[in-house]
Each structure stands twice: as C-alpha cells, then as structure tokens.
C-alpha cells in the first residue's frame, strides 16, 4: 500500500455545485487531476521506498546486555555484542537486507596507529561472527578507515601534523582482511585515502575473499554533519584539527566524479556519497554518469536534525523521515544508509 499522510482533502468525481462545475480558466492542461486521490497519486507515483533500499548502521560497545542512548542520536543506542544480534535479527524481520557496523572502542584500547582496528577480536569482529552465525543470510558491512581506533580521531596515520596515504593503506588493507576473516560481506572503505580501494581488492584476492564485495565512501565530504556520529564512536573530543585533507570539500562536484571514476576502475563494486540530503545533487551526477549501484549515506547530523526537531514537535517526525528517503531514490540512489531503516521498514511493512 502507498505512504499515507495526514487527513486526506481529496478531490472527488460525480456531481459538483456550480461553483465547481464550471471552471473560469480555460485550460487544457491540469496537472491536479492526477493528484485527484490516493488512488490516482499511487497509478503515477515515480519513486517508491522499500524495505530493500535500506542499510541500518548500529554501534557496538563493550558490555553484556547494554544498549546505551546516545544524546545526540536521540532513539539510536550503543549496543553490546548480544544485543546487536538482537537488532540483527530485527533487521532480518523487517526485511531489511543488510546492516552495518561501527564500534565505540574503550580510550584505552586507541593508540596512535589505532592498532585496535587489526584485532582478529574487536568488537567489529565478535559482532560480525556473532551475528553470522545466528544471521547467516543477513548481510554484514563493516567500515574500513582507523577513526574509531586512533588516539587522535584520524582516519590514517599523523606524522607531524600530516596524514599519510600510502602507510595508512597498507594497514587498511590488513584491517578489511580481519573483517573478511570475521565472516563480513561487504567491505566499505571510508577513509578517503587514495589508492586504497585497488589495494584491498588486491588484498581481498590475494588471501581467498573474491566474493567479498566493496562499497566505496567514493565521494565523502568534510561535513559538520558528522558531528552527532563522532559521539557516538567516542572520537568527538578526541579528534584533532579536520579532516580536509582526505575528505572532499563540500563547494566541490566534478571531483565527485573522479574520485568516483578512480574507485569504480581500482575494483569498487558499488560506490556511495555521504552526506546524503545536502548531496543529492552529486548522487545524481554520479548515478547519470556511471551507472553503478549507487549509495547515499543519510549521515548522523542529518538524523539528529529531523529527529530532534520531531522531538520538539516542530516537524512531523515520520513524515519528514519518509519524504528524506524517497528524495534518495528519486535523487537515483540504490539505496541508503541510514540510521531511520528499522522505523522506516516497519512503516513501510505496515502499509502506512
Ligand atoms: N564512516 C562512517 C561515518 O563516518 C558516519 C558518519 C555519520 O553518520 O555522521
Ligand atoms: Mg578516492
């Protein structure tokens, strides 16, 4: 069934007064008649939300039986190993396809080099095993860059105020490997370094994983919208300077297409531009230019933006979600990332 909003006003056939029966302009053309009902906007309807559109990111914390709110992601918790098996097979039940898996790592365990990231046993790692092996038909994406390990907040190694590319490859390509070992399917590079997508795909080969795909953060802006996300992984207070020097700048669009065009030709077997909603216009651009499985991440800020303001009443909460996602699909994303997929499936499973 079609999306439903509000009290209906609909316009209606058979018999009118007079008033109504008898239009004063005379137009050949009225674009209304095809709004006339729900019927009518169903038959013509360009775009349409599904549960198979949807990627749920969760975050993964240390613990047993935790689920911890996180503030500024109002109605998105940490969880514990346990319970993200338990938001796994919700997933499973709303039908959506795949998830994705972020993890707030103790300060303690984040050093310089965030070597907590090639930890056969991260939490990313005992998440994936445990969910696989309850799930085995659930899809699993695990993010690629050193940010949620790193003392410094950094998606790469800092020598002297600088981050290096080629190093910092060489270890991501180490950590997508323990994630693969781990049971993951999609490998989602979002560190932005370059070349790196051409040297995991190598690596994923090399050591047996052909089938593993990648989902490449291809197009990822420096964005104050991150902001509400580096909470939720603990590196908000532990990030020093920006980040922009690896991550686009956001005044940028062409490069979008490169960037894109590097990673599709390095192996990228679907590409993705994050921030979404203040991005649409690149997520056109690269889905009319490339023609590849195309992804939009709706980032944490854009969360917190319309859940807050729901929150506050000033907005209608589920409207204002389900309108942000079908402008991904008529933007030309395949689908989206988006911390709204298990509110999002349950509204579209219940027809609403
Ligand atoms: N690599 C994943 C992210 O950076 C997510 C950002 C967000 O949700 O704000
Ligand atoms: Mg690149």
């Given at each position: 069934m079609a999306i439903k909003f509000g009290r209906p006003i609909e316009l209606r056939d058979g018999p009118r007064d007079a008033a109504t029966a008898a239009p004063s302009l005379d137009l050949?053309?009225?674009?209304r008649r095809n709004r006339k009902s729900e019927w009518a906007r169903r038959l013509v309807r360009e775009n349409v939300l599904t549960t198979d559109d949807l990627i749920w990111p969760l975050f993964v914390v240390d613990g047993n039986n935790l689920r911890a709110p996180i503030a500024s992601m109002p109605g998105v918790d940490r969880l514990s190993v346990d319970q993200c098996v338990r938001d796994a097979e919700r997933a499973m039940k709303l039908d959506i396809p795949c998830i994705a898996l972020f993890p707030y790592t103790e300060p303690s365990l984040r050093d310089e080099t965030g070597?907590?990231?090639?930890?056969?046993?991260?939490l990313v790692c005992q998440s994936v095993r445990a969910i696989k092996k309850e799930f085995p038909d659930l899809g699993v994406l695990c993010d690629v860059a050193l940010d949620p390990f790193t003392s410094h907040g950094h998606d790469g190694l800092l020598q002297d105020g600088r981050i290096l590319n080629d190093e910092t490859v060489a270890i991501l390509v180490r950590q997508a490997l323990v994630q693969a070992e781990a049971g993951c399917d999609i490998i989602a590079p979002s560190?932005?370094?370059?070349g790196r997508v051409g040297a995991i795909r190598n690596g994923l080969d090399n050591a047996g994983f052909g089938d593993v795909q990648i989902m490449a953060y291809a197009a990822k802006y420096a964005s104050a919208f991150y902001g509400p996300f580096r909470d939720a992984i603990g590196s908000a207070k532990t990030l020093t300077g920006d980040k922009r020097t690896y991550q686009m700048d956001?005044?940028?669009?062409?490069e979008a297409l490169r960037e894109v065009e590097l990673d599709i030709a390095e192996g990228a077997d679907m590409v993705m531009v994050k921030p979404g909603m203040p991005y649409l216009d690149i997520v056109r651009r690269v889905k009319d230019t490339f023609a590849m499985p195309t992804f939009a991440y709706q980032v944490s800020g854009e969360y917190a933006m319309i859940a807050g303001a729901a929150n506050n009443g000033w907005i209608d909460g589920e409207r204002a979600m389900m309108e942000s996602l079908v402008a991904f699909k008529r933007a030309g994303a395949d689908g989206v990332l988006t911390y709204f997929a298990p509110a999002a499936a349950e509204k579209l499973k219940a027809g609403r």
């Amino acid at each position: 069934m079609a999306i439903k909003f509000g009290r209906p006003i609909e316009l209606r056939d058979g018999p009118r007064d007079a008033a109504t029966a008898a239009p004063s302009l005379d137009l050949t053309t009225r674009m209304r008649r095809n709004r006339k009902s729900e019927w009518a906007r169903r038959l013509v309807r360009e775009n349409v939300l599904t549960t198979d559109d949807l990627i749920w990111p969760l975050f993964v914390v240390d613990g047993n039986n935790l689920r911890a709110p996180i503030a500024s992601m109002p109605g998105v918790d940490r969880l514990s190993v346990d319970q993200c098996v338990r938001d796994a097979e919700r997933a499973m039940k709303l039908d959506i396809p795949c998830i994705a898996l972020f993890p707030y790592t103790e300060p303690s365990l984040r050093d310089e080099t965030g070597s907590e990231a090639l930890n056969a046993n991260n939490l990313v790692c005992q998440s994936v095993r445990a969910i696989k092996k309850e799930f085995p038909d659930l899809g699993v994406l695990c993010d690629v860059a050193l940010d949620p390990f790193t003392s410094h907040g950094h998606d790469g190694l800092l020598q002297d105020g600088r981050i290096l590319n080629d190093e910092t490859v060489a270890i991501l390509v180490r950590q997508a490997l323990v994630q693969a070992e781990a049971g993951c399917d999609i490998i989602a590079p979002s560190d932005m370094m370059d070349g790196r997508v051409g040297a995991i795909r190598n690596g994923l080969d090399n050591a047996g994983f052909g089938d593993v795909q990648i989902m490449a953060y291809a197009a990822k802006y420096a964005s104050a919208f991150y902001g509400p996300f580096r909470d939720a992984i603990g590196s908000a207070k532990t990030l020093t300077g920006d980040k922009r020097t690896y991550q686009m700048d956001s005044a940028n669009s062409d490069e979008a297409l490169r960037e894109v065009e590097l990673d599709i030709a390095e192996g990228a077997d679907m590409v993705m531009v994050k921030p979404g909603m203040p991005y649409l216009d690149i997520v056109r651009r690269v889905k009319d230019t490339f023609a590849m499985p195309t992804f939009a991440y709706q980032v944490s800020g854009e969360y917190a933006m319309i859940a807050g303001a729901a929150n506050n009443g000033w907005i209608d909460g589920e409207r204002a979600m389900m309108e942000s996602l079908v402008a991904f699909k008529r933007a030309g994303a395949d689908g989206v990332l988006t911390y709204f997929a298990p509110a999002a499936a349950e509204k579209l499973k219940a027809g609403r």
